[in-house]
């Protein structure tokens, strides 16, 4: 059976859906199996990058060709096919939203969130064509796969699909998170780090509900509780320039994009990783930060529950409380005011008694790329033998 897979998220700087196609084609690649495994890229100038991006065992199966021409043509209607850039093909799986038209191959689907229905205040000019791609995709589409039951879910709901079409295949943590000490001073020191800090992870972007983290900061800091610096790490993103005024000098540090090994280290060593989201397909920050032994403070969304539920609370108890020693505390998004207060004071708590580092860890090794990998393998074999 051969299996192609959009690899286009690979390409250029690694980001959320970048690591799911990156750790999902390598976990494909260990399963036991006969298939011939490819990936192909929608992109002209970039495709050079794709044959050395990918893991072993897979291989390029790609045309060059303009993106914005294949995007407005797939849009418009059902040509060129898939095939015509990959060659042909049983199983097709658009890894990033978009699946083109098939022209015999089966289609399979990951659809990562709907922020683009659910916040569409809140992304990209490129994020928003996604309100016309995903019907078209799921009207090719054999199977859809989701990072969490809470978009499989919406997904469900919002475009009246038969929940049998849906599986969600929960995202991985790498072993590499669990292993990873916390860095030392010389290390701290060389790469323009204090010995304690807060951290939050992500692209600045208005979904990410930056301005809300930072007023938080800010009243720890106006209080004269000692509160450390809060570290942004992520690439630019985009949307409006963060304010930074009523902060103290060197109280926020920016420190941009890092690779995966900087990026294990950072988080291994932060006192507390803030992700106050407004809206998340599945939350691997949070999850990672766990397995880096670090705790969270992070906004009460049904994907950041999902993920880290048998961490908190019975379902009975108010929300976001946590279980006895948790190293996680989720925080309601009331009105702007009442959320600041409400991080400010999780964030206290945490760096005053962070919880059992080793439950985080426990909890978050029941996620694995393998798992990913094997259920998303379950759901190719099953489209493939659809009449």
């Known amino acids: 059976m051969r299996i192609v897979l959009d690899g286009t998220p690979l390409l250029g700087r690694r980001t959320g859906v970048g690591r799911y196609t990156e750790h999902l084609l390598a976990g494909l690649a260990r399963l036991d199996t006969s298939w011939d495994l490819a990936a192909t890229a929608f992109t002209w100038r970039g495709l050079n990058e794709l044959a050395e991006s990918l893991p072993a065992g897979v291989r390029p199966a790609a045309r060059r060709a303009p993106a914005r021409l294949l995007q407005d043509a797939w849009i418009r209607g059902e040509h060129p096919p898939v095939e015509w850039l990959t060659g042909a093909a049983d199983v097709v799986h658009g890894t990033n939203f978009v699946l083109p038209p098939l022209r015999r191959a089966r289609g399979v689907l990951t659809i990562h969130d709907l922020s683009y229905l659910r916040t569409p205040d809140t992304v990209t000019a490129a994020s928003a064509r996604y309100s016309d791609f995903v019907p078209r995709g799921l009207r090719r589409a054999a199977a859809v796969l989701t990072p969490s039951r809470a978009v499989a879910e919406e997904v469900i709901a919002a475009y009246r699909l038969d929940p049998a079409l849906v599986t969600p295949t929960p995202l991985g943590v790498d072993d590499a998170w669990f292993t990873t000490p916390p860095p030392t001073a010389a290390w701290l020191q060389a790469h ?23 007023e938080a900061v ?22 409006p320039t963060l304010d930074l005024a009523g902060l103290p000098a060197g109280s926020v540090i920016i420190a941009g994009y890092l690779d995966a090994e900087q990026l294990r280290a950072t988080v291994a060593g932060a006192g507390v990783l803030c992700f106050p989201s407004r809206y998340e397909g599945f939350g691997l920050p949070p999850l990672e930060a766990l397995a880096a032994g670090t705790p969270v403070v992070a906004a009460d969304i049904p994907t950041v529950r999902e993920v880290t539920g048998a961490l908190l609370a019975p379902a009975d108890s108010p929300s976001g409380s946590p279980s006895a020693g948790s190293p996680v505390r989720l925080v309601r998004q009331a009105d702007r005011d009442s959320f600041a207060d409400d991080l400010a004071e999780a964030i206290l708590a945490l760096l005053s008694s962070p919880g059992d580092a080793e439950a985080g860890r426990t909890h978050a090794r029941a996620f694995t790329w393998r798992r990913t990998a094997e259920l998303t393998a379950a759901v190719y074999r099953r489209v493939a033998e659809l009449p």
Do not use: D, I
């Open 192 to 214: 323009g780090l204090p010995e304690r800090y807060l951290l939050f992870v992500g692209s600045v972007e208005p979904r990410k509900n930056l301005p809300v983290l930072l």
């Open 218 to 239: 800010r009243r720890l800091h106006a209080a004269k509780l000692g509160a450390p610096p809060l570290v942004l790490v992520g690439p630019p993103g985009w949307g």
